[in-house]
């Protein structure tokens, strides 16, 4: 029907979702080992009472990165970017996504950001205030050099691409789902990522606002953040928690859709509560976007405000708990096939339960200013964020393997890499609690001897150790798979969703006949894909005059029209690297150069238009 | 397979709109949490405007209001005009749109730079919020200009449905851009009504 364009060409210019799912995939794994490089230094340097691996300086710009790369640069990029590129499209039976020149743009957005903060740090300017970069210590007064411009400028960058991402992902699973597929049809999976995209495309804003604000304090001289003429510190948090809370579950909810996709394929049963777990995916994001100042509980804001937001917290644990019942019992009364896959799922649950538990504990308001910037909220959330978040990723790099390479991964020491994985990130973040509880403050770079905190520390970085043993084993398992691999029929698990009916890896137009969809589980409807194998066979319902794809209704899935998408284009990457230019001379205050980089984006967007689209 | 396949021939709205519906969303969230910071920030604050900075023109920025809102009405027309096929009444009314628009922008830098004059937005808090609000919005309208120029020039080779998409997104674009404006506005205007 059509091909990509060979080449190193054809990758630069490329449109298509599955390239640009594998593009994110690379670059995101890239920042993962980044952001993993610098947990394993934090880790070496506490492993010892008064050590001096790092000095102050480097530790301070170090867990900055850490925190900021896996968030914006690894977890965020790598589900939606990556999976959800390569996957909703598979899934909805479309062809691409809904704005394939945009979702171009996203990735190369994404690469610039993320090369602006790095270039940051190996200039010795790396972000230092960390992930949420608190006023007054981020002002000018007490962070006189430009570490935090690169902070501002690389989020307020990245965040431009995110946002793109998430209006491409709503636009795409509300109108390009195959002929059938209704509301009520839309695989769990696309329902956690459009869960995850609305979160997004509120929630941006309000970080953007706040880097705005702080840029203007700190390089025009504004006082938004300070209290001497008539500003306020707390705006700052306000802003960031408004964004950063709902963050937490845009983190994890694309983890929660994996979930719902490796569950069905290992017991061979639909998911239990199927509407019940469609709410709650959308419900948790909900939920997530009134509860932010449970993260400024210590602040001294007013005693009814906190009442008011441990409440609104505490519901956060309906949805969750929903979910969790949900996928146990779906497990319970299958026939589970202990799959890698199912194994990092089941390692999922188990954090997820651990670090929900810890959080329902920071309901109780005094419980939370008692461990406030302690070890104890650092253990919490890196079981919800590795455990719950980071174990479905590879999850998902597991099952999906055969269907993206073609091939089969090897299943022993898959298994073995996920029981050194489980086995490492438990000694490394369980002791984190204990120490945290023993008063242990996060974000120092040494600390005494007689703390009695030595002996749990070193723990903590044997378990790292091992956790990095077990994530190098599972690389190579897939690399050497990717080589060496039995090769992956179609089908392997016996999947539920439509990328389990396309050959592996997907031909470049995924779907040689539009398929039609009766359930949310179409790939074990075997009447229906017989049907579409007769109309393949007939001709009938091909779309086969170039790039085209049916866009259907909102709500009943019916087919309204044929549009045809762009194949391959110049403007995104050319557009992205105008923006790039104006974001990296603007972190030196160098306003009119900027503006040219400005009026060259819009050149590119004239380009970009030059050539309709036809419909 | 052609569109002739399809039994119910059910209007979905086009590719550009929903483009632009998820703009706006993401622009109108941006003001919402700049509209919060105001209060919030007017909040703390015993005075507001503080001592030495006047307080915000009420009848010219009312005046201006008035009229960029009124522009809806020929966007709203041009796009009726271009749904009959009306090239010509479609071209005038947007450019009538546009010179409204691009006079209500001029005016608004005039202002601005009239207010520069008289207090810096490194004075005070009130000062930052105040410029960088108003200053956002002004973009925003700047923006839409850019919008209607670029459909313009495009209109001069006639209509395709391409532009016709064009043009309802642009017109939704205006629409979003003058609730915006209204809002932005009332929460300027709010320590002098």
Redesign the interface.
Known sequence: MWAERPGLLGWLTTTDHKRIGLLYFWTTLAFFGAGGVEALLLRAQLARANNDVLGPDTYDQLFSMHGLTMIFWFIIPMTTGAFGNYLIPLMIGARDM??PK?NALSFWLFLGSGLLVYTGLFLGSGPNAGWFDYVPLASRLYDPGRNIEFYALGLLFNGISS?IT??NF??TI??LRAPGMSFNRIPLFCFAFLAASFGL??A???L??DL??LF??RN?????F?PS????T??WQ??FW?FGHPEVYILIVPAFGIATEIIPAFTQRKMIAFPLVAIAELLVVFIGFGVWAHHMFADGIPAVTLVFFAGATAMVVIPSTIQVFAWSSTLFTGRPRFNTPLLFIIGFILFFVIGGLTGVMFVAIPFTQQVTDTYFVVAHFHYIIFGAAVFPIFAGMYYWFPKVTGRMYFERPGQISFWIIFLGTNLLFFPMHIVGLLGMPRRVYTYPGEMGWTAYNLAESVGGAITLVGILLLFGNLVVSYRRGPLAPPDPWHGPTLEWSIPSPPPEYNFAV?PHVSSAYPNWDLADREADRRRLAEG????DHGHEQV????ADG??????RMPHSSPWPILLALAVSGAFAVLVTEKYGVAAVFGVLA?FAL?GW?WQ???? | MTTADFAVARRSPSKAWWGMAMFVASESALFAMMIGSYFLLRFKNLHWPPHGIPEPKVVVPLVLLGVIVATSAPMHLAVAAGRAGQLGRARAFLLLALVVQSGYFAMQVHEYADDLSRFQPSEHAYASIYYTLLGADHAHVALGLLFDVWLLTKLIGGFTAYRLKALSAIAFYWYAVNVITLAVTLTILSPAL
């Open positions: 809904a704005f945009l946002t998430a209006a709503i636009v509300l109108r495309l509120f941006l804003p309000s953007s606002v705005i604000f203007l304090d025009l001289g504004m006082h938004f300070d003429h008539g500003g306020s707390l705006l306000h802003l408004f539009i009938v319902g091909m779309l866009v259907s209704t909102l019916e087919p309204v029209e044929i549009v819009l004239v238009h309709e689209e036809e419909s």
